[in-house]
């Protein structure tokens, strides 16, 4: 399977590199591997392991992203491969993320076929962090494009900005991971000194991508105050439109918080409250109440999608409410 050379990187003195495709920059000595584990020096030149070589394959509701207001009801090829830049304390995905593991390969020109086999709107890169593959993402998703399908990224949008511009011209839709409003939080949860995910979110919205934004609420890492969660959806709704969804995630133990309890329904809930005063379209994930995975008009509360697990069901086939005509947002 092809170990190809890899974009992004500098040549240093002494047989140095340097990789320039995520903000960790990672200065590499011969023979070393970077922290996303799949990017290593080889006689002085930076190359990627994971080129053409999957862990995962499956057909996934879009829902399951999460994307609710993206093809509601659709559902999608998604694929991932090993590594990661970052080590998020409770990452539900470490097993493939932090480790390397063995891989299936599925070639370039394969993707045409695959993606037309199944009923599926497009390929989604997901399952672990999307933009370390993106030798193979530039490669593949021009590819589905010229099928006339769809390409999501499901994604911690931490990637060099000049490197993202390479493949925002494909990409349609985004679920980007925003797990706290500044730096300190980032390297405390997800080991990640110079995140630039606010940059990134803006570049994606300006360009047109339908983003969408899944917060982790994590017990020990986040405050539960209501202050707290303004902050989120203060940002989102000026700095993306209070139209952008906005998932809000219950934490439950994994990886290396399995002493950590999952996070109180009640702080879930004011969380939800807090973020509706600023956004339009806000869910709970991981809560026993279905009433917060529905869609509901933002202006006269109409029922619009109704979500029971990933049973959807879609009472609407435009932007407009169909019981007041407010504009809504969704990708049909
Ligand atoms: S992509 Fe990997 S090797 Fe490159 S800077 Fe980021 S973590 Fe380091």
């Not at 494909?170 to 980007?176: L, P, Y």
């Not at 209501?226 to 934490?251: M, Q, V």
């Not at 999608?305 to 069901?313: L, S």
């Amino acid at each position: 399977m092809p170990v190809i050379e890899a974009s992004y990187y500098e040549k240093l003195d002494n047989g140095k590199v340097k990789c320039t495709l995520c903000p960790r920059n990672c200065v590499l000595n011969e023979n070393q591997k970077g922290f996303c584990l799949v990017r290593f020096n080889k006689n002085g030149k930076l190359f990627t392991s994971i080129y053409e070589e999957i862990t995962s394959i499956a057909i996934d509701p879009i829902e399951k992203k999460p994307l609710y207001h993206f093809k509601p009801g659709s559902y999608i090829l998604s694929i991932g491969t090993n590594g990661c830049n970052l080590d998020c304390k409770s990452c539900q995905n470490w097993q493939i993320a932090r480790q390397i593991t063995p891989r299936e390969y599925l070639p370039k020109e394969a993707i045409r076929e695959v993606i037309n086999r199944y009923d599926s709107i497009g390929l989604c890169y997901t399952y672990n962090e999307p933009s370390i593959w993106l030798e193979y993402i530039k490669d593949t998703a021009p590819i589905v494009k010229e099928e006339g399908k769809d390409v999501v990224l499901v994604s911690n949008g931490i990637i060099n900005s000049n490197a993202l511009k390479e493949i925002l011209p494909f990409i349609d839709a985004a679920n980007i991971d925003l797990k706290g409003m500044d730096k300190e939080y980032y390297l405390k949860f997800s080991a990640m000194p110079n995140p630039n995910v606010w940059d990134n979110l803006i570049l994606l919205k300006e360009n047109g991508v339908h983003v969408e934004i899944t917060k982790l609420i994590v017990p020990g890492f986040d405050e539960f105050n209501e202050k707290y969660f303004e902050r989120f959806a203060k940002w989102i709704a000026e700095n993306l439109g209070k139209d952008t969804p906005f998932h809000l995630s219950r934490f439950f133990p994994a990886y290396k918080l399995l002493n950590t309890p999952p996070t109180p329904l009640e702080v879930m809930y004011m969380a939800y409250e807090v973020s509706k005063e600023y956004l339009e379209y806000v869910y709970l994930g991981n809560v026993p109440d279905e009433r917060f995975n529905s869609t509901y008009c933002p202006n006269c509360g109409a029922l619009l999608i109704k979500r029971i697990g990933y049973q959807v069901e879609v009472l609407i086939s435009d932007n407009i409410c169909p019981n007041c005509g407010y504009k809504l947002n969704f990708v049909f």
